[in-house]
């Protein structure tokens, strides 16, 4: 019996640490994502996702080719007026591999600061080299 409790307290144990790991996964990943916004780095946004990813776009268009996530990046960062931010808004759902996370949007222009109204929905998926990839990314 006093094994059993042994066990099941370091299982609870162990997955609480896991459970805390992951939004701090997140954060450094949208950390990364407001790096490359910032700087305006297509190359560096098109490495943020898996290589099977797709992207639903705010029109109920559904983008899988790496090609037509590029454009979609190079129009939205030409179009910018300051630097773009995303901010982990909820994490929904985090189990094994998966991160299901919403996010908001903000476009920074000197002291202003402009959040949108919709929010961005990712799946996140950790990649064989531990690092998180967004999978599906829809825009609201």
């Given amino acids: 019996m006093k094994k059993w409790l042994l066990a099941a307290a370091l299982t609870l144990g162990a997955g609480a640490a896991w459970a805390d790991d992951v939004p701090r996964s997140v954060d450094q990943t949208v950390a990364r ?11 560096e946004l098109m490495h943020l996702y898996a290589k099977d990813a797709m992207v639903l776009l705010p029109d109920g268009k559904v983008i ?3 090609r037509e996530i590029r454009r979609f990046w190079e129009k939205v960062l030409a179009a910018r007026h300051g630097r773009f931010e995303v901010d ?3 994490v929904l759902s985090a189990k094994g591999d998966t991160v299901v996370s919403t996010l908001r949007w903000t476009n920074v222009d000197g002291e202003l ?3 949108y109204d919709g929010v961005i929905y990712n799946v996140f998926k950790k990649q064989a080299d531990g690092t998180w990839k967004a999978q599906a990314q829809r825009w609201n």
């Fill in 113 to 115: 600061k402009y959040a």
């Fill in 64 to 66: 899988k080719d790496p």
């Fill in 33 to 43: 994502w407001n790096q490359a916004l910032n700087q305006g780095r297509v190359d």
């Fill in 88 to 90: 982990v808004n909820d």
